[in-house]
């Protein structure tokens, strides 16, 4: 049985004050006595108590006292005659919608529980319904929703980069490994992946992928989830829901969770067989996007392709970590190898080379190789780019150790020693590290050095000075300056 006003308030008092003014002959002065008292009664149930935003029971009070003081005036209005009129109702309602909705944001803002504003939004939505079934208007309050419902969404942002942040720190950004057919389908229901060169392997296989790739994807699925549950019963259409959806789904992928890769990128102790694995991963997380487009619109019922529909661009977010991740590959192999040329202890002043190269370089060499079998998952081109990368800075870091002002004389038997090293790093080109190089491209990031080791060991002076300024000379990529330099050194010798 739902009780009325009457059921639960005893209104015969004021009905016999009303009586016995009006058969006084002052009814007015009743009138005015009870609505001067009531404005006051307003101001003091509109007033939110000061702790009011940190539990719902605050927020469930205030509402419930704000509907119990109209539900008795608009009673009245209905039992009496002139006691209250409708302007003066809604003079009081007006005041009442300014302070409510000034209290809101003044405490919601305060609140960072997704939960308890996902609370305060159902208790806002009964206090709004209920009024307006008493004829008040409440549109304000179904826009203070909107308001509520952009905070909510910042505040479920903040709360999934802890969960993020937590996710990839935990990873090894290794490929997970899976041993039987039920492991394997766990990582299949938690992630998107189709791969029948896979499914076709024997146990124990490994997935491309490491564990944050499904466990960062049913994170997005939740966070879906979450919006989803705001959105309930605010009278908004399907694809009012749909946009609110897809528009908080992006700033996740290309705020939140963009901020949380591009950190981990950054990160010193991060190494290159992460990064790899960071590149490898966001390849698979871009591809899963149309995933969650799906997954969208089976939960709105409103299919991608309408004319107003929000996509997701947060393909963007993953290509940008991608390319930030190549960069810091680049300058991490750069940042080893003068790792190891810090420990290049030439003696400059030997008189024969010792018939193998340094040790140093030796070490290099075999790094880099190491290097570049862990890259066969990468794109080529990202491979390519990082193996002509790594020997353009050998190359130019190996020219500046000639060129050190530091070092004033330099023998033949130095050099030679050099030109050994360099064949080193020749032999590397050629072997061919990274697949996708045509002829021998990888080798001209060495062509420099070994035109100018050409000229002075075999020193072929009379074809340079021959040649020089015609466009296929022998030693076109000798440069003038570079040659004096090292020529004073040997001369000095």
């Not at 060991?457 to 004096?484: E, F, H, M």
Request: glycine share 4%.
């Amino acid at each position: 049985m739902v009780l009325s006003a009457q059921d639960l308030v005893d209104f015969s008092p004021v009905y016999r004050c009303l009586h016995i003014y009006t058969a006084l002959g002052a009814q007015d002065t009743f009138e005015n006595y009870y609505r001067k008292q009531r404005k006051k009664q307003a101001r003091l149930v509109l007033q939110p108590p000061s702790n009011m935003h940190e539990t719902l029971d605050g927020y469930r009070r205030y509402f419930n006292q704000i509907v119990g003081f109209f539900v008795v005036e608009d009673h009245i209005l209905h039992t009496t005659q002139r006691l209250v009129n409708r302007a003066y109702i809604d003079q009081l309602w007006e005041l009442a919608v300014s302070k409510t909705m000034s209290a809101l944001r003044t405490h919601s803002s305060y609140c960072s529980d997704p939960n308890l504003v996902l609370d305060l939004k159902n208790l806002l939505v009964l206090f709004a319904d209920t009024l307006q079934g008493y004829g008040f208007p409440v549109n304000q309050y179904f826009d203070m929703l909107l308001e509520i419902r952009d905070q909510y969404g910042e505040i479920l942002l903040k709360k999934w980069s802890g969960v993020f942040r937590y996710i990839l720190d935990l990873d090894n950004y290794s490929a997970i490994p899976v041993s039987s057919e039920e492991e394997y389908m766990r990582v299949m229901g938690q992630f998107p992946f189709h791969d029948p060169e896979l499914e076709n392997q024997s146990f124990p296989k490994k997935f491309p992928f490491s564990e944050f790739v499904p466990k960062v994807y049913t994170q997005i699925k939740e966070f879906i989830y979450a919006c989803l549950k705001f959105s309930e019963d605010l009278h908004l259409s399907s694809t009012e829901v749909d946009d609110m959806i897809r528009k908080s789904t992006n700033l996740l992928l290309t705020r939140t969770l963009s901020n949380c890769l591009q950190n981990v990128i950054k990160k010193q102790h991060v190494g290159l067989t992460e990064l790899v694995q960071i590149i490898i991963n966001t390849t698979h997380l871009e591809r899963s996007c149309k995933f969650l487009e799906e997954f969208i619109t089976n939960i709105t019922n409103v299919p991608p392709e309408t004319i107003h529909a929000t996509k997701l661009y947060g393909t963007a977010t993953f290509k940008d970590c991608r390319h930030a991740a190549e960069e810091e590959i680049y300058t991490k192999l750069n940042q080893k190898i003068d790792q190891f040329l810090q420990l290049a202890d030439y003696d400059w002043m030997r008189a024969e080379h010792n018939g193998h190269a340094s040790d140093y370089l030796v070490d290099l060499i075999a790094f880099l190789r190491s290097t570049f079998a862990v890259f066969t998952h990468l794109p080529g081109k990202v491979a390519q780019t990082a193996c002509m990368s790594a020997c353009k800075h050998l190359s130019t870091s190996l020219l500046q150790l000639l060129l050190d002002t530091e070092v004033k004389q330099i023998t033949m038997g130095a050099l030679k020693q050099f030109n050994m090293d360099i064949e080193e790093c020749e032999h590397f080109a050629r072997s061919g590290p990274v697949p996708g190089f045509q002829g021998d491209t990888l080798q001209l990031a060495f062509i420099d050095l070994r035109q100018l080791l050409d000229l002075f060991i075999q020193w072929d002076w009379s074809t340079y000075l021959a040649d020089y300024g015609q466009p296929n000379c022998k030693y076109l990529r000798v440069n003038p300056t570079t040659a004096l330099i090292l020529l004073d050194k040997i001369s000095r010798a």
